[in-house]
């Protein structure tokens, strides 16, 4: 079966890519270019396709899932319908707690949106860290892939990374749950990484299906004084070479990079450099340019992944209030999307220019004309709930700039 990589690169306009270039207003042309060279890709499902990448939106996603310890289905459910509504592109599950199977169906029954899996949590969850072999995560590899998912995420630190990592001294050592996962299952079987082991086989099941793979970001800096050290650059070239064999094999590729708490001088600089050394699309997680925010990382995440996003990160992972907290309830699920979707908004106003949205903004504003602004709000509602019927706000009551300047 054709991928839609082989059909780019056979010059062949498909509905996907036709559907991407419409609710982009680019020339389709141009997405077939970038599709050939693995600078774009398309996540789909269903009828549902997003295109992230090079010249395009920046895409933002949400997280949501059970825990070992907090598992409620219904409330991943709401927190799916949640997302849809307040603009997600994607969803990412990453369940481990209760039935992970039904709880991944009823989410895709949920919901339209592209929805990523990271099939290790599944086998840690279901057979334990410890016991979980090679077949047993192909195994949930293959079931997943059947079952739909729009992309998977594999982490790929190989024993020479992780040897480099064990002599260094990182305050927060590896926080990246897959990472970490992937690294036990490594360090107790004295293996090598199984994703890389068995490479050749996943890329059979990942063009079988035609799914995106999405390279993760083990090595992230836990904190900003954990930034840029040389597991971190040895994963990021790693990530690039396995990018390169993948999309080679005609499998789509985003890279994971620059995430975690990353200072914010730095940010902008590692965001074009992994764009240099691979020019896949690049998820970021955050970046949190700052620990001490917490209770609000969503705020600081914000920051973060405007400047990524500016820089030319191309799709962000949204936090929540909740972040190193616990897991987030449905209204922090909305906080943190919102404040994910202001960021690529931002980030797009630095790679775009300044939108046609906050132009009629104003010219609402210059009006006094509150339902015209809460139109072209990235979300209305809160506005409308603080704002007058009519006339001047209480900010200035009958000092309202705009009315005295308007009757000058
Ligand atoms: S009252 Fe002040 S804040 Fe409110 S609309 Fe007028 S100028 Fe703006």
Redesign the pocket.
Known sequence: MKTLVDRAREGRVTGPLRAVARAEKLDPSLLLEGIAAGSVVIMRRGRRSVGIGQGLRTKVNVNIGTSPTRIDPEGELKKAAIAEKYGADTLTDLSMGGNIQDIRRGIFQATELPITTVPIYQAAAEIGPEEMDEGDILRIIRTQAEEGVSSFVLHCPDTRIIERYRRGKRIMGVVSKGGSLTIAHMVRHRCENPFISRFDEILRILRKHDIVLSLGNTMRSGCIHDFRDAPQIQEIRKNVQLARLANGEGVQVIIEGVGGHVRADRIAGEVRYQKRLGNFPLFVAGPLPTDIAVGHDHMAGCVGASIAAGAGADYLCYLTPAEHLGLPDPDQVREGLMAFRIAAHIGDSIKFGPGERDRRLSLA?RR?DWEGQFRHALDGEPSRRMAPAAG??????D?????LMRNL
């Open positions: 504003r006094l001047p706000c209480t900010m200035c009551g000092f309202c700039a705009i009315e």
